[in-house]
T-cell receptor, first 115, second 115 residues
């Protein structure tokens, strides 16, 4: 079946502009995660959605970052007033829900460049 | 919170030799340890994982060992091939209960297999 998809694949924006990144999880996966990967670095957890539960936003680096998810489907990550340090690859992942750790399936990422 | 350290950051081996990547973690409650492989420009993909009820797990040329007492785990790749060249990430999570979904990643190891 289809894997996790993300759009756009690349985004170049000017400092100060807002950007919106989209993630389509695997059908049936109730859990969805956003990560940030700076060049040459590991994956930094941003936010987690599980079904209708309140999201875990503990990884969001500032109030310029927000994310929403419609039910158990599409999620959008919004970065307001972008800064150059926001330049990174933003990865989305999904997994089956329930208790306990599950294999996370990653999307191809959105490469964000803030000029 | 959890802290995962990964070493080395880069590793070069001759084709056919073995490669070992080591990770340590700080949260004694962690009991799920996946390894992801990320080829250049591609998404991370799970290659093997281990839970704390076992000390070793093998899958063909790949093995992972876990020492819960010392809080470290390692990835072993035998008979390396050029297609093993990639960045490898270790991760840790609680595996069950509160926060079990949250993976904390190491910073990655860039493995280069020289033909």
């Amino acid at each position: 079946g289809a894997g996790v998809s993300q759009s756009p694949s690349n985004k170049v924006t000017e400092k100060g502009k807002d950007v919106e990144l989209r993630c389509d999880p695997i059908s049936g996966h109730t859990a969805l995660y956003w990560y940030r990967q700076r060049l040459g670095q590991g994956l930094e957890f941003l936010i987690y959605f599980q079904g209708n539960s309140a999201p875990d936003k503990s990884g969001l680096p500032s109030d310029r970052f927000s994310a929403e998810r419609t039910g158990e489907s599409v999620s959008t990550l919004t970065i307001q007033r972008t800064q150059q340090e926001d330049s990174a690859v933003y990865l989305c992942a999904s997994s089956l829900g329930g208790t306990g750790a599950r294999e996370q399936y990653f999307g191809p990422g959105t490469r964000l460049t803030v000029t | 919170g959890e802290n995962v350290e990964q070493h080395p950051s880069t590793l070069s081996v001759q084709e056919g030799d073995s490669a070992v990547i080591k990770c340590t973690y700080s949260d004694s409650a962690s009991n799920y340890f996946p390894w992801y492989k990320q080829e250049l420009g591609k998404r991370p993909q799970l290659i093997i994982d281990i839970r704390s009820n076992v000390g070793e797990k093998k899958d063909q040329r790949i093995a992972v060992t876990l020492n819960k007492t010392a809080k470290h785990f390692s990835l072993h790749i035998t008979e390396t091939q050029p297609e093993d060249s990639a960045v490898y990430f270790c991760a840790a999570s609680r595996g069950s209960g509160a926060g079990s979904y949250q993976l904390t990643f190491g910073k990655g190891t860039k493995l280069s297999v020289i033909p």
